[in-house]
């Protein structure tokens, strides 16, 4: 952390005072939003004005225009060239546990304690082995990995439109027999779009999981709508993403990027940021889906990630929901 000793580091104390109505568009469906807003937000945190001025303050109130803009054209592929570039850049590093994917690490304890969470609150118990997943965006396997070596697993199929990250993802598996066995851990360059529709439940999957993808597409709604039909009736789609919210632009773009840079820049935008209403909406129109359910999470320095009750409506989150069981 020696980049910190030429920072002249004090503490601000922001109040962010709202009021009135504010009008945006739903970053997954491209529907407007109206809000009647009377909020106070505080903040006090440790941090240079020196870094706080080369972000741009001022760049703040045109993101906030394009959080009203997202763009909603009928591409027909999720992936962003540019997105993959960025990831790319990363692929080396990918398994660096004190690198720049070091959060991803230290968060995948909770995605499984989520996963366990939404199979464990079903009426019926979820099959104690045989569980199919497909791994969407899987990077260089952080997840798929350790998804591929539980004993309730059958299959992993794990996907990504990089294949410098895939090339890393495929030797690092190699490192370990159980998960050369075949069909255990399947990796493909591909996007959702890419994969042949199922044609039976056999071909379906019990848990699809999008951890840290959907807050870098650019077409969200469509890209959803391409996942729905890879889950079997009774499987979870499992997610995680971060709200859209003043916290999040201080703590992912500000703090996180700029002033201890935690993340390379550039890692995020905050207009693509997604909230849990706005999920929880979208799929309350897909007929047959139901038992949505989120879980706030905060990065605790030193601690690393802890749940938080209430905090999916500022920042990181968890979000899952689960496709109707066929009638008996």
């Given at each position: ?68 803009h997202v763009r909603w054209n009928s591409t027909t592929s999720s992936v962003n060239p540019q997105e993959v570039s960025h990831f790319n850049a990363l692929a080396s590093t990918w398994w ?55 004993p309730s697993t059958s299959s992993v199929t794990a996907i990504d439109p990089s294949s410098q990250v895939l090339a890393i993802a495929k030797a690092h598996a190699r490192q370990d027999p ?151």
């Amino acid at each position: 952390m020696k980049y910190l000793t030429r920072l002249s580091i004090s503490t601000v104390n922001v109040s962010l005072q709202f009021g009135g109505r504010l009008s945006e568009r739903c970053p997954i469906d491209g529907s407007e939003i109206l809000h009647s807003v009377a909020v106070e937000e505080p903040f006090s945190f440790p941090l240079s004005m020196e870094a706080l001025r080369s972000t741009s303050l001022r760049n703040l109130s045109l993101l906030l225009r394009k959080a009203r803009h997202v763009r909603w054209n009928s591409t027909t592929s999720s992936v962003n060239p540019q997105e993959v570039s960025h990831f790319n850049a990363l692929a080396s590093t990918w398994w660096d546990p004190h690198g720049p994917s070091r959060l991803l690490h230290l968060m995948n304890p909770l995605r499984h304690d989520f996963i366990t969470s939404c199979l464990s609150s079903q009426a019926t118990p979820a099959p104690s082995s045989g569980l199919k997943y497909l791994d969407i965006g899987c990077g260089g396997g952080i997840f798929a990995e350790s998804a591929a070596r539980l004993p309730s697993t059958s299959s992993v199929t794990a996907i990504d439109p990089s294949s410098q990250v895939l090339a890393i993802a495929k030797a690092h598996a190699r490192q370990d027999p159980l998960l050369q066995q075949s069909g255990r851990l399947h990796y493909l360059e591909k996007s959702i779009e890419d994969l042949p529709a199922p044609e039976s439940i056999n071909e379906q999957y019990d848990v699809l999981s999008l951890f840290e993808v959907i807050e870098h597409i650019n077409t969200p709604s469509t890209f959803l709508t391409s996942c729905l039909p890879f889950v079997k009736p009774g499987g979870w789609i499992v997610m995680s993403t971060i709200a859209r919210t003043w916290t999040s632009w201080l703590t992912t773009k500000v703090v996180a990027e700029e002033v201890i840079r935690l993340v390379p820049r550039g890692t995020h935008e905050w207009n693509k940021y997604i909230n849990v209403d706005e999920l929880e909406g979208w799929f309350a129109k897909q007929q047959g889906w139901s038992g949505a359910r989120s879980m706030g999470v905060v990065y605790v320095p030193a601690l690393g990630w802890r749940e938080v009750k209430g905090s999916e409506k500022l920042g990181n989150y968890f979000f899952g929901v689960r496709k109707d069981p066929e009638p008996n």
